[in-house]
């Protein structure tokens, strides 16, 4: 499976953006999730959605201002930011657990599947 992530860009604090995440090559996985990278740190956990969108989970610095959703019949994984700050300038990688794993996991290894990032940079 293929990840394909877009929708990134330039946006002034407090503005807001949606990406996308399509999957190619086969169906997403039961668990994706987004994470995210800013220069000199690790990859944080943003957010994450079971198959039938009925568990949902975030990151604490996201909660309230991101939503994640999907649409299984397209394959593709949404993040809607919202109320974007400038420490939300990162790039952002959405990914997916285990075709068959089912326990939604805030950990970067435990995801197989990866995209190649799309850049948000939100400006002061």
């Known amino acids: 499976v293929q990840l394909q992530a877009s929708g990134g860009g330039l946006v002034q604090a407090g503005g807001s953006l949606r990406l996308s995440c399509a999957a190619s090559g086969g169906t997403l996985s039961n668990i994706m999730g987004w994470f995210r990278q800013a220069p000199g740190k690790g990859r944080e956990f943003v957010a994450a959605?079971?198959?039938?969108?009925?568990?949902?989970r975030y990151g604490e610095s996201v909660k309230g201002r991101f939503t994640i959703s999907r649409d299984n019949a397209n394959n593709t994984v949404y993040l809607q930011m919202n109320s974007l700050k400038p420490e939300d300038t990162a790039v952002y990688y959405c990914?997916?657990?285990?075709?068959?794993?089912?326990?939604?996991?805030?950990?970067?290894?435990?995801?197989?599947?990866w995209g190649q990032g799309t850049q948000v940079t939100v400006s002061s």
């Open positions: 959605i079971g198959w039938s969108a009925d568990f949902t």
């Open positions: 990914a997916g657990r285990g075709t068959r794993i089912t326990v939604i996991t805030t950990s970067p290894s435990q995801y197989t599947y």
